[in-house]
């Protein structure tokens, strides 16, 4: 099993051992809005149309480099079907960081961006750092949610705010970007009080210096 | 919440799906610990280097060369082993690294998010649970596919895989389509269940074995680890336990004598073994040997969650055994009436430790894991066995003009750091067909020793006279691998073939 499931998968990027930190992300969102194909595009720069609906939870791993640090991401894609929940908000514990997305062509999906910020409120650590990511922004023929709106929510909620693209890659790699970023942050915060020295003094101005200003829209 | 985990409500299919992920997750988070038990094997020895520059042990001068307290640790330390962080904050080496450890490892998260969910361990234990369940899923799909499948009549989510192995017969053969030996695997309720089902198959070496994997259902998680005794504490059955808290010990090994110390000095933080109740002890093993003789503990400290024991345990060893042997050090909590619950532990590999450093004998704080259970032994039955029913042969080669052979087979189990073990099958005489049907036990074979563990089937043909016994073939089983992929497999073997090479490896 273990042989064939390797090289299934691709056991290089799995196993390799050479990076300095491993985060933990979880996309979540109503059924449909895309965060499948916001996951494919970020790690495999790959778009289909097709809906393919997630059965209960799928991960993709991805190294990047950033702040001169390497950095192994596990991403999880989670269903946003409310029968799979028990399955998903089982992870919400080990995520550092969440996407919360919606469908700016679909108000309902944006509807229930309170309740997935509650959701992360009761499963996830106190800390857990989110973005707000409104996806579909290329179909602006569609659009029902105004980005003035999506701005205010996330605002109200305490994330920053993106829209992005997967169809399009608008934004993705960005709000990615953005997300490690302030996990960074928090980290070195984290670090500080127990421990200036390490990342409090060295990593902190790094950070800043590098960080991109919060993409408020998209460029559509 | 954990409880919650159950995958009842998903089709067959959904469940195949989330499983794999959880295998792929598996083998994110085993590459994850191995990067972070280097991180920490760094740091290790960098602490161990002492403590009296405290870093490069340099002489430190009266007038010049001073060196200056670090922050973080409080040691002097000379002005090469600083990390300058800013014109005005150093940290010495030791420190620098330590918070980089905790950075790289992801502690700091961890340790934030403790403090929201202090009882983190549980899924880890479900997930064990969901993989040994994957493994049954796949097979229970192969086996479908080949029209064979078994009925299974309870929902394979609460069933735990527990004590697995047990080799029984199957096999009455009866057409003689092809050459070959197939070997697959099955899975039974429990014991008594076991069927006997037919194989289709036809071999040179016609052996037909059979894996049943024992499925108990679980009790569910309950409240605590239990432990009624050492064979059930090793036994891994438990369920939901707060694993925190360190241990501080040391070890050296006095290559004089041959004897392997290791001084337990205290504990911190430990959970409460029961509601604001915590009466602690150590117990250590030399894995992989889980016998008494293996055994040390430490008296029972009574109420407290940071005990003292500063106790010495001893083992006669040798020197060269020690690079096999890891370490089990556990901590338990003794309640009443034998009632025992798990806090924790730590296993060391004895093999990267160097015994012969003097720095390594220190004292030294260690982090308190949970148990990895991944093969359980089943707590009903103390010892178990493997059976292997060589049923028959066919087409042997008549290797002597004198005409038919006197076939008898030879099986061998090869067991990690035991003497093989060897039986042998009754001698059919003047049979190029023979129809043995006999049964080989192998007792006392546990099935983490049997996921070592290959065995060897070999034919012979008795001599008539006073020469040797001519070989006629033979194929090796990897035990190991039947029971951890759960695949059915298949043995291509012709008579010509095993006769070229004698030992076929599937």
Redesign the interface.
């Known amino acids: ?2 042989s064939a ?2 090289s299934r ?1 691709g ?1 290089k990027e ?4 050479n ?5 933990k992300i979880l996309i979540i969102g109503n059924s449909s809005v895309g965060k499948t194909s916001f996951l494919f595009r970020y790690a495999d720069d790959s778009f289909t149309p097709a809906f393919v609906s997630t ?5 993709k ?1 991805k190294t990047i480099y950033r702040n001169d640090k390497r950095i192994k991401l ?1 991403i999880w894609d989670t269903a946003g079907q409310e ?1 799979y929940r ?2 998903t ?2 992870y919400y ?2 995520a ?1 960081g969440f996407i919360l997305m919606y469908d700016i062509t679909n108000e309902e999906s944006f509807n229930a961006v309170q309740d997935w910020s509650t959701q992360i409120k009761t ?1 996830s ?3 857990a750092q989110v973005l707000l990511v409104g996806n579909k922004c290329d179909m602006e023929d569609e659009r029902v949610v105004s980005s003035e709106k999506g701005r205010q929510l996330a605002e109200h909620l305490g994330f920053e705010f993106f829209e992005a693209s997967a169809k399009d890659n608008i934004n993705v790699k960005q709000t990615f970007e953005r997300l490690v970023d302030i996990i960074c942050e928090k ?1 070195s915060e ?2 500080d009080t ?6 409090g ?2 990593q902190g101005p790094q950070l800043t210096d590098q960080q991109a200003p919060p993409h408020q829209d998209c460029a559509c | 919440m954990a409880c919650e985990f159950n995958l009842n409500f998903l089709k067959q299919q959904e469940r195949e799906a989330v499983l794999e992920v959880l295998y792929r997750d598996q083998m994110v988070r085993e590459t994850e610990e191995k990067r972070i038990r280097k991180l920490k094997l760094q740091l290790q020895q960098l602490r161990w280097k002492g403590r009296s520059c405290a870093r490069c042990q340099k002489l430190l001068g009266l007038l010049m060369n001073r060196g200056a307290v670090c922050n973080g640790c409080s040691h002097r330390v000379c002005s090469e082993c600083r990390v300058c962080l800013n014109p005005c904050l150093w940290k010495c080496t030791v420190c620098y690294a330590h918070g980089d450890v905790k950075v790289k490892a992801g502690e700091w998260f961890f340790e934030e998010r403790a403090k929201k969910y202090p009882g983190e361990v549980i899924m880890e234990i479900l997930k064990q649970q969901i993989f040994c369940d994957f493994s049954l899923l796949a097979s229970i799909s192969h086996l479908q596919e080949l029209g064979q499948s078994k009925s299974f009549n309870k929902s394979m989510e609460n069933l735990f895989l527990s004590l697995t192995t047990h080799i029984k017969k199957i096999s009455k053969s009866q057409n003689d389509m092809a050459d070959r030996c197939l070997l697959s695997t099955d899975h039974g309720q429990n014991l008594e269940r076991r069927k006997q089902r037919r194989s289709q198959s036809d071999t040179a070496i016609n052996i037909t074995s059979r894996v049943s994997v024992i499925i108990t259902q679980s009790l569910a998680v309950r409240g605590s680890l239990y432990s009624l005794n050492s064979t059930c504490t090793e036994s891994g059955n438990f369920g939901k336990a707060n694993v925190m808290g360190e241990i501080e010990f040391a070890m050296r090994y006095i290559f004089k004598a041959c004897i392997l110390e290791i001084c337990i000095k205290r504990c911190k933080n430990l959970a409460y073994g029961e509601e604001k109740k915590c009466n602690p002890y150590v117990k250590v093993y030399l894995l992989p040997d889980k016998s008494p003789r293996s055994k040390r503990k430490t008296t029972v400290k009574k109420r407290t969650v940071d005990p003292e024991f500063d106790e010495t345990l001893k083992y006669k060893i040798e020197y060269s055994q020690l690079g096999s042997r890891q370490l089990q050090i556990s901590v338990w909590h003794a309640g009443a009436l034998k009632y025992r619950v798990f806090l924790g532990e730590v296993v060391i590999p004895l093999a990267a430790w160097d015994f012969q450093e003097d720095s390594m004998q220190l004292f030294s704080w260690y982090q308190l894991k949970p148990k990895v259970i991944l093969r359980r032994k089943d707590q009903g039955v103390p010892s178990c066995q493997l059976q292997v029913v060589i049923t028959g042969a066919k087409n042997l080669p008549v290797l002597r003009a004198a005409g038919m052979p006197n076939p008898f087979v030879i099986g061998c189990l090869i067991l990690p750091d035991q003497p093989e073990v060897k039986q042998k099958s009754p001698v059919w005489k003047k049979e190029a067909c023979p129809q043995w049907n006999h049964l080989f036990v192998f007792d006392g074979v546990t099935p983490a020793q049997l996921q070592q563990s290959c065995l060897h089937l070999t034919v012979w043909d008795q001599s008539t006279s006073s020469s040797s016994d001519q070989f006629l073939g033979g194929t090796t089983l990897v035990l190991g691998s039947v029971l951890t992929y759960v695949l059915v497999r298949k043995l291509a073997l012709k008579a010509e073939k095993v006769l070229r090479s004698p030992l076929l490896t599937e």
């Not at chain 1, 799995?14 to 051992?17: A, G, I, L």
């Not at chain 1, 990076?19 to 985060?23: L, R, S, V």
């Not at chain 1, 059965?55 to 991960?59: K, L, N």
């Open positions: 099993m273990a499931t390797d998968y056991q799995s196993s390799d051992q990076f300095d930190y491993m985060f059965v209960g939870i799928d991960f791993v596990q029968r028990t399955i908000t089982a514990r080990g550092m499963y650590w106190d800390n980290m984290s670090l127990a421990d200036p020295a390490v990342t003094a060295k």
